[in-house]
């Protein structure tokens, strides 16, 4: 919707208007215009069309993630680096349905440009195993579940670990 940058100056004028609120006395209209700055600077650091596309992901309707995802313009400029990590991720696990190759490499720069909930990175580890031990790629996928038991804290992949690890002993 706005520049990340555009978001902090609508704040920053928000606050100055909540300050002259405060010095002519309307201290209610002065909170009020404070709270109205904090969600201009909640939206810098959580973009809203990723958390539109994260509700539709929790739905599994794809397409809807898609249409919200596209919706953001040149990524590298309008999103900060972890949002941008979180862009990739979703195009990850979009891409993980038909394309394993464009999958990997959405995972892998969603990795490296970081994820904030342990959780995500666990999730794109263990979808980068899969990717690997389809692709007969056996060590890489051995290093990766590892790493992604190691981060799963409250044990919601165990599952999906375990029935990794077998199929890779079928490998």
Not at 52 to 58: E, T
Not at 136 to 147: G, P, S
Request: positive net charge; proline residues 1%; without cysteine.
């Amino acid at each position: 919707m706005f520049n990340k940058n555009f978001k902090l100056i609508i704040a920053a004028i928000i606050i100055g208007l909540a300050v002259w609120q405060f010095i002519e006395g309307s201290i209610g209209n002065g909170i009020f215009l404070i709270l109205i700055s904090l969600v201009f600077v909640f939206l810098y650091f959580r973009n809203e069309f990723i958390l539109l596309a994260f509700l539709r992901m929790r739905k599994q309707d794809f397409e809807g993630v898609q249409k919200w995802l596209n919706k953001i313009k040149n990524p590298e400029t309008a999103l900060i680096t972890k949002q941008q990590g979180y862009y990739n991720y979703m195009h990850g696990i979009i891409y993980s349905q038909t394309n394993l190759t464009q999958a990997e490499k959405y995972f892998r720069k969603a990795l490296k440009l970081g994820l904030t909930m342990d959780y995500d990175v666990a999730m794109a580890k263990l979808s980068l195993a899969g990717i690997a031990m389809q692709k007969r790629r056996k060590r890489e996928a051995t290093t990766l579940l590892n790493e992604a038991k190691k981060l799963d804290k409250q044990n919601m992949l165990t599952d999906q670990i375990k029935m990794m690890q077998q199929q890779m002993k079928r490998i």
